[in-house]
């Protein structure tokens, strides 16, 4: 066992990242087009080794921090946003028993995950409430719809919420692919994020056995039990810096061999040009600032998951409120860079083969997840008036 983790330890994750990356960019546009399942993506995950990333050793996982897996969150979105989304989400669901479970299911869970090399993905949406969850003897069975199920026709295990008659909180609960009953409506078809498959869910008197519903943490009131939708907010944060980061690299290749400079603009060269050296001047810029503002935020958020059961309430809504701020910020700047790139590359850019919209869709499709707006306003809220965001799925 030693040596496992010596040599776990000794692979450098963010270059096995960069690698798989850059196989899966060679394929982005034909991939966005197709849409469907991303069953190769998700296999090609399997076989790095990336799966187990946030597992703890102690578990047989790879055991990296936070702040060292949002990069490889990062990297991943660079070539495709829906892959990034997928991981991201896996990662977060990796660690869901530790936070919102038993102390059983937390060690059960983290070493399936291991042992197994197991893909993890979620329709929780607690706003749809049209899944319905009611007592079958000692167990449960689960009838209605869930929408947006990122990944979930192809997770190993596979995350929902739903609600009981009379009980105002929704269950959480864990169940396998093989599962009866769970049927995929194949109803994605939106401008971006095509290779996520959020598809909605129909469950027709489907088994959920006991031991398959999370909870309660212990104490189940504590900040820790919801931080993980913290650190959700976070990895939505990397994936759209790598979106952004992909689209800047990718328009930099081509202005430097496709763009012509403007007739007016006195030089020989677009990568003279002095008005397209400006704008990349700023986006780059824009693009440093935010990924500087997010990784001081993601070190604050792994010292608060440090603290585990210890962090206070307190801690939790301050460090919410520098999740919000790394959000809102790579919102405004990913948005920006993906609309402008298109200025310093020129009308043959806009061409179908290149695919170059694809970033665009992507970040506008997935910055939708959940408002912006509302990010700012808890951020106002808390420097005119010190007071700490709610505590929802969002915040």
């Known amino acids: 066992m030693v040596q496992l983790l010596v040599k776990e330890e000794s692979k450098n994750w963010i270059a ?39 597992v703890p050793q102690e578990y047989g996982g790879t055991g990296a921090t936070w702040a060292e897996a949002l990069k490889i969150v990062q990297e991943l979105s660079k070539a495709d946003g829906s892959i990034g989304q997928l991981y991201g989400n896996h990662l977060n669901l990796t660690a869901l028993g530790h936070v919102s479970g038993t102390s059983e299911q937390k060690e059960s869970y983290y070493r399936q995950t291991a042992e197994h090399n197991l893909f993890w993905a979620n329709a929780i949406n607690t706003r749809d409430t049209r899944l319905k969850i009611n007592p079958d003897g000692e167990h449960f069975r689960v009838n209605g719809v869930k929408s947006f199920g990122t990944g979930v026709a192809i997770a190993d295990l596979r995350v929902f919420s739903a609600l009981q008659d009379g009980v105002e909180l929704p269950w959480l609960f864990v169940i396998p692919k093989d599962r009866a009953g769970v049927v995929s409506n194949q109803d994605w078809d939106n401008i971006g994020q095509r290779r996520t498959d959020s598809d909605t869910f129909t469950f027709h008197d489907v ?5 398959e519903i999370l909870g309660y943490p212990h104490p189940p009131d504590g900040a820790f039990a919801t931080f993980l939708g913290i650190i959700a907010q976070l990895t939505k944060t990397y994936v759209y810096l790598g979106i952004a980061e992909g689209a800047l690299t990718a328009a930099k290749e081509y202005t430097a061999t496709q763009t012509k400079p403007w007739i007016t603009s006195g030089v020989d060269s677009a990568k003279k040009d002095p008005y397209i050296l400006y704008h990349y001047g700023e986006m780059w810029t824009e693009l440093q600032a935010a990924i500087a503002l997010s990784d001081r935020t993601a070190a604050q958020v792994q010292q608060a998951w440090e603290k585990d059961v210890n962090l206070t309430l307190e801690e939790r809504g301050e460090i919410a409120i520098a999740v919000f701020a790394a959000k809102a910020l790579a919102t405004r700047v990913g948005l920006d860079i993906t609309n402008k790139i298109f200025e310093v590359m020129g009308t043959r850019s806009t061409a179908s083969k290149y695919g170059f919209d694809r970033y665009w869709r992507d970040l506008r499709t997935f910055t939708l997840h959940d408002p912006v707006d509302y990010k700012l306003h808890d951020i106002g809220n808390w420097v005119l008036n010190q007071e700490l965001p709610l505590v929802t799925q969002y915040s």
């Open 207 to 211: 088994l959920v056995k006991k031991d």
């Open 16 to 54: 096995i990242a960069a690698s798989l990356s850059a196989e899966l960019t060679a394929t982005a546009v034909e991939r966005d087009s197709k849409a469907g399942l991303p069953d190769v993506e998700i296999q090609k995950l399997r076989e790095t080794g990336l799966l187990p990333l946030v």
